[in-house]
């Protein structure tokens, strides 16, 4: 059974075309007898073809009329063995710039935000609000809104406008408001009851 398989496996291999390494740089053909030269001994496997420089492909003109418009090819261009490392689906190829380009390219960056917010700053040109400010009296509210001592009055009370406040002061109780609150609980008696 062992015999057989060689046999078989010997005549596959006589049928193929069998290359081997003659010399450091060149490659015989047993099938055909003929010596094949290397393009690169380094790379035997690529035999005579002869490999061109890579271009990537992001790097070619896309404004150019090509055979294969998406992949930036033309028909019977020749190709790099590896090909795929420079087609246009490959990954991205960063072109990294020097330290000293970085740095400059960041600081006018920089220098334009900042100039710019300095120029609303110094100009005024941010626009005043449409409306004042809401303000609550008595320190936001916050005995009215559950606060139980001054620790708890932080957390209580609404963001109060302190500067109207110190301006305007608090407002007085309208003499009108007063009547008419005392007018509702005179109406109401029966059903305001404490």
């Not at 001054?150 to 608090?170: H, I, M, N, Q, S």
Request: charged share 30%; aromatic share 12%.
């Amino acid at each position: 059974m062992l015999s057989r398989i060689g046999l078989n496996a010997s005549r596959c291999i006589s049928r193929r075309s069998v290359r081997c390494l003659t010399t450091k740089n060149t490659i015989t053909d047993h099938s055909t007898g003929r010596v094949i030269k290397l393009t690169d001994p380094s790379r035997p496997e690529i035999a005579d073809y002869d490999n061109v420089k890579p271009v990537l492909a992001q790097d070619k003109d896309p404004y150019v009329k090509y055979d294969d418009q998406q992949n930036r090819r033309n028909i019977n261009d020749p190709l790099n063995i590896e090909e795929d490392y420079y087609d246009i689906w490959s990954p991205d190829y960063f072109q990294f710039v020097s330290d000293k380009t970085a740095l400059k390219h960041n600081g006018i960056f920089f220098s334009l935000i900042i100039g710019f917010g300095t120029a609303i700053w110094y100009f005024e040109l941010n626009p005043a609000k449409p409306a004042m400010p809401r303000s609550y009296p008595f320190g936001g509210l916050a005995k009215d809104l559950g606060a139980g001592s001054k620790e708890d009055e932080y957390f209580y009370r609404v963001k109060p406008d302190t500067t109207a406040e110190e301006e305007l002061g608090f407002l007085a109780n309208d003499n009108q408001i007063q009547e008419n609150k005392k007018a509702y609980e005179q109406a109401n008696a029966d059903f305001l009851r404490d």
